[in-house]
Structures are given as C-alpha cells and as structure tokens.
C-alpha cells in the first residue's frame, strides 16, 4: 500500500480559543475539545481537571521523552515516501485495497 499524507483540510475552519481552557476551540459558536481528552478522561478524569482547568503540568519522564522521539523518527520515515492526499481520496482508496 502507498503511503498517503492527508493533506490538513480541517484547517478550513475559522475559530477562536477558549479563554478559560487550553486546547478548546471555539468554532460556530460551540465548544470543540481534543478527542484525545476522552482518553484521558477514561484514564484519569481528575487529571483533566487539573491540567486544562488548573494549568497543573508535570515534568515529562524519560519514558515520555523516548515515545516523543520515537514517534518523531517514524513520522519522519513515513514522510520520505508520502504522497499527498484528501481524506476522500485515501477512504476511496481504502475500500480497494
């Protein structure tokens, strides 16, 4: 299967950040959070609370700094043979192959 790239077509939205709470946006009017805040709540509802709520933020460890840059060099190979796409595209793509 061909690497695709789906090109940030989401980014099309006008929106506003929340002032009250970090990673919420505001589009048409209503309140977006990050998808990844319903793991998070799964895990932790509490830490939730306290790190977009209270601002509470702790020291990454030094497994959290290895996943970071090991995700980084995957998304680095990945890129070299990507070719960009729509999500219309790879989902179309996705039924055929």
């Known amino acids: ?3 695709k790239l789906i090109i940030d077509e989401f980014n099309i939205f006008d929106f506003e950040c929340h002032e009250n709470y970090k990673s919420v946006r505001i589009i048409d009017e209503k309140a977006n959070f990050p998808i990844s805040w319903l793991n ?3 895990y932790c509802e509490y830490s939730l ?3 977009y709520c209270q601002g509470v933020s702790t020291a ?3 497994e959290m700094v290895e996943g970071t840059e090991g ?3 995957l998304e ?3 890129k070299e043979t990507a070719q960009p ?3 219309e595209d790879a989902f179309e793509l996705s039924k055929e192959e």
């Open 76 to 78: 680095e190979k990945f």
């Open 40 to 42: 998070t709540q799964g």
């Open 60 to 62: 990454p460890t030094q």
């Open 1 to 3: 299967m061909e690497n």
């Open 49 to 51: 609370y306290l790190e």
């Open 85 to 87: 796409s729509t999500f």
């Open 71 to 73: 995700h980084h060099r």
